[in-house]
Structures are given as structure tokens and as C-alpha cells.
């Protein structure tokens, strides 16, 4: 059996029951932790999960996905994504390779960025489309999410915006000398994905928002003692 188990949004506690018993009864547990993070450290979790995991980088989950799929029909093996796995992030390629193999696949959900966002006041029911803002580079800027949040915004719905995590990435010039050396993790904050929307706007002047447009950051929803909701303009 493939169990692919969400963890929640803050530490090793957030998992439920059943996705705890799950991965105690695992003769491997992975852990993807490149599309989001939890709060605490992998050794946190292997403490508590009584397991030890395997970390999941993109590159195994994306091209080495028989790897962890090994076996999977005579044993149980988890795949932890933090959040719900389904929520944003959805590891189709994994899912249908495990379908095609055959192997039976066990969901076990938790909650998720996509509707813990609700603790900032706003109804759930008006988020328009989600957006992802990724790190902008000397050379390359992209600017979809923009219409995206205008187009939420003619039809008065919010915008969730998810921003960018960057962890174990190649820069460009090793990627193309196919250099396995790795750049440190960068986690866009709240200022940077702001500076970023409003270099968009500066440049396309189209009104889908200004710098006087409210707009809420939230850092590490769901920890207990540091989570942080913050309303402001952005001027
Ligand atoms: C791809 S999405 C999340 C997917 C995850 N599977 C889920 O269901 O929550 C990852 C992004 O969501 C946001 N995010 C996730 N957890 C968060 C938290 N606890 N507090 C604030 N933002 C969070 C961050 O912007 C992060 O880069």
C-alpha cells in the first residue's frame, strides 16, 4: 500500500491519528519537503513518528519515482507532504505511476494552507483562483499571476497567494553543465513577494491593485506561538 499522508501545517503533532498509525506500520516513509516545510526539523518528526525518513527532493519524487514506489504492493510505504497532499500540490505523476503498477494507494488528508487561510477573516467561499508567486532572477520575471488576481479582482474575490520556497535547486549555470551543487534554501517572505507584485503593476499600470490596496500577510499559520496575521496597505 502507498499512504500518502498529509502532516498538517506546523509540527510533528499536527498528524492525525490515522496517518500516524499509518506510518508506523511503514517499512519506508518519505518525506516530501520541497513544496512546503513544517515548523520543526526532520529529526523532530522521526522522534516522534518512532521512523526514520527518507527525504523526497524533487528530483526523486519527479524522475526517480520507482524508487520510492519499490515494493510498494506487498509492503506499506508513506509519502508525508506537509499541508494536505492534495492541496495545491497534487503529485499526480507519482499517483498515476503508482496506478500503473498497481499498487493501492491510500489517502489520508489534513488540513491545508488552501483553507487554514480562512483564519484571516476572509470567507473561503470568495477566493478566486490561487496564484503562485515565484522568485524573480536577473532574467527571468514572470508576470501571469498578475492577471489572475485581476481577474479575481473584477469579479470581487480574493487572492491567495502562495509564495515561493525554493530548497536543494541547481542555478542555471550548473544546471546546464549538469552540476549537482545545490544553492542554499530561500523561503520568499512577505515584503519580497509585495515588492515583487508591485514591480508587475509599475510595469503593466493595468489597476489590479496599488499600493494602497489592503492586502494580508500571514506567516506560520497553525503554530501555536508564532503564527502572525498582518493587515496593511502596501505603501
Ligand atoms: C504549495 S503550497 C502548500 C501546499 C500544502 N500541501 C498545503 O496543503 O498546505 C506552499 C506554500 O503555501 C504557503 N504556506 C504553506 N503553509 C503555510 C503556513 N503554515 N503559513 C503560511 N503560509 C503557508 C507558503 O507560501 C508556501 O510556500
Same mark, same amino acid.
Request: proline share 3%; aromatic share 8%.
Given at each position: 500500500?502507498?499512504?500518502?499522508?498529509?502532516? %498538517?501545517? $506546523?509540527?510533528?503533532?499536527?498528524?492525525?491519528?490515522?496517518?500516524?498509525?499509518?506510518?508506523?506500520?511503514?517499512?519506508?516513509?518519505? =518525506?516530501? &519537503?520541497?513544496? $512546503?516545510? =513544517?515548523?520543526?526539523? +526532520?529529526? +523532530? =518528526?522521526?522522534?516522534?513518528? %518512532?521512523?526514520?525518513?527518507? =527525504?523526497? #527532493?524533487?528530483?526523486?519524487?519527479?524522475?526517480? $519515482?520507482?524508487?520510492?514506489?519499490? !515494493?510498494?504492493?506487498?509492503?506499506?510505504?508513506?509519502?508525508?507532504?506537509?499541508? #494536505?497532499?492534495? *492541496?495545491?500540490?497534487?503529485?499526480?505523476?507519482?499517483?498515476?505511476? /503508482?496506478?500503473?503498477?498497481?499498487?493501492?494507494?491510500?489517502?489520508?488528508? !489534513?488540513?491545508?494552507?488552501? !483553507?487554514?487561510?480562512? /483564519?484571516?477573516?476572509?470567507?473561503?467561499? @470568495?477566493? *478566486?483562483?490561487?496564484?503562485?508567486?515565484?522568485?524573480?532572477?536577473? @532574467?527571468?520575471?514572470?508576470?501571469?499571476?498578475?492577471?489572475?488576481?485581476?481577474? !479575481?479582482?473584477?469579479?470581487?474575490?480574493?487572492?491567495?497567494?502562495?509564495?515561493?520556497? +525554493?530548497?536543494?535547486?541547481?542555478?542555471?549555470?550548473?544546471? /546546464?553543465?549538469?552540476?549537482?551543487?545545490?544553492?542554499?534554501?530561500?523561503?520568499?517572505?512577505? @515584503?519580497? &513577494?509585495?515588492?515583487?507584485?508591485?514591480?508587475?503593476?509599475?510595469?503593466?499600470?493595468? @489597476?489590479?491593485?496599488?499600493?494602497?490596496?489592503?492586502?494580508?500577510?500571514?506567516?506560520?499559520?497553525? $503554530?501555536?506561538?508564532?503564527?502572525?496575521? +498582518?493587515?496593511?496597505?502596501?505603501?
Amino acid at each position: 500500500m502507498l499512504y500518502i499522508i498529509g502532516l %498538517g501545517l $506546523s509540527d510533528e503533532k499536527d498528524v492525525t491519528i490515522k496517518g500516524f498509525e499509518a506510518i508506523k506500520s511503514c517499512e519506508r516513509v518519505y =518525506l516530501e &519537503a520541497y513544496t $512546503s516545510i =513544517l515548523m520543526v526539523s +526532520k529529526e +523532530k =518528526l522521526e522522534e516522534f513518528y %518512532g521512523k526514520e525518513l527518507i =527525504l523526497a #527532493d524533487r528530483e526523486m519524487v519527479e524522475s526517480q $519515482s520507482d524508487e520510492i514506489l519499490l !515494493n510498494a504492493d506487498k509492503k506499506n510505504v508513506a509519502f508525508l507532504v506537509v499541508g #494536505d497532499p492534495f *492541496g495545491a500540490t497534487t503529485h499526480a505523476d507519482l499517483i498515476i505511476r /503508482a496506478k500503473e503498477l498497481s499498487i493501492p494507494i491510500q489517502t489520508i488528508h !489534513n488540513a491545508s494552507i488552501m !483553507n487554514a487561510v480562512g /483564519a484571516c477573516g476572509l470567507q473561503l467561499y @470568495n477566493f *478566486g483562483q490561487t496564484i503562485s508567486i515565484p522568485f524573480f532572477t536577473d @532574467n527571468w520575471r514572470p508576470d501571469s499571476f498578475y492577471d489572475r488576481i485581476k481577474e !479575481n479582482r473584477n469579479l470581487g474575490l480574493h487572492t491567495l497567494c502562495l509564495l515561493d520556497i +525554493k530548497v536543494k535547486e541547481q542555478s542555471i549555470e550548473n544546471l /546546464a553543465r549538469g552540476k549537482k551543487i545545490y544553492e542554499p534554501p530561500r523561503y520568499m517572505n512577505v @515584503n519580497q &513577494a509585495i515588492e515583487q507584485l508591485l514591480e508587475i503593476e509599475e510595469q503593466r499600470k493595468e @489597476n489590479a491593485y496599488t499600493s494602497e490596496t489592503l492586502a494580508i500577510g500571514i506567516a506560520r499559520l497553525g $503554530s501555536l506561538t508564532e503564527q502572525l496575521i +498582518k493587515a496593511e496597505c502596501t505603501s
